[in-house]
């Protein structure tokens, strides 16, 4: 089946570096943004997280695109002006273009159309992305002020070390979907 091949070009590429490839399917922003916090709750819960160490960068580390870029153009064909669940937590800062052309059409002009956009709204989103990071910083001082003393210490190694058990879980999840796929289970 055309899983067992994704997920073994994906086992068998994963050491690669020189290039990324980005292949995008069907699913909910809103179910990989639910499973992010749960993974997040069941930390704290196990004690591999304290509350203080809940972050906007953990969460992004959570979500399923965790050692992506940020989305810079997002582009939607069809004519719907709607994000329609996908990627709306990787593209908070991106442009968003829609097109009136079904994507087995969109050709070079519309491309070309695209960047375009994009380098004319690019320079204000980057202002945007700057205000909203020294706005995020100043948040969390004032949520943190009185549960530093108690908290902060250790913070990154507890992320760090959280972060590098889920991809492991994650990945041991993968074979083992691949391994059924393989039997025919």
Known sequence: SSGINAEYGQLKTAENSE???NLCLAYTSREEMTQSVRQVVEGVADGS???P???????????YSEDLLP?????????????????????????LQFVKVLWPDFGFWHFVTSLLDYQRQQPRLEE???????????????ELSG???KFS??????????????KLKRRELLEEYSKAEAAGA
């Open 49 to 51: 997280l304290l509350l």
């Open 19 to 21: 290039f990324c490839f």
């Open 147 to 149: 549960l530093e003393d």
């Open 71 to 95: 989305v810079d153009l997002l582009v939607r064909t069809s004519g719907e002006v709607r994000l329609s669940d996908f990627m709306m937590w990787q593209s908070n800062f991106a442009v």
């Open 53 to 63: 160490d809940i972050t906007e960068p953990l969460l992004d580390r959570c979500m």
């Open 128 to 142: 945007y992305r700057k205000k909203y990071g020294e706005f995020l910083v100043q948040m969390r001082e004032w």
């Open 153 to 166: 210490e250790g913070t990154e190694v507890r992320q760090e070390e959280f972060v590098r058990k889920m």
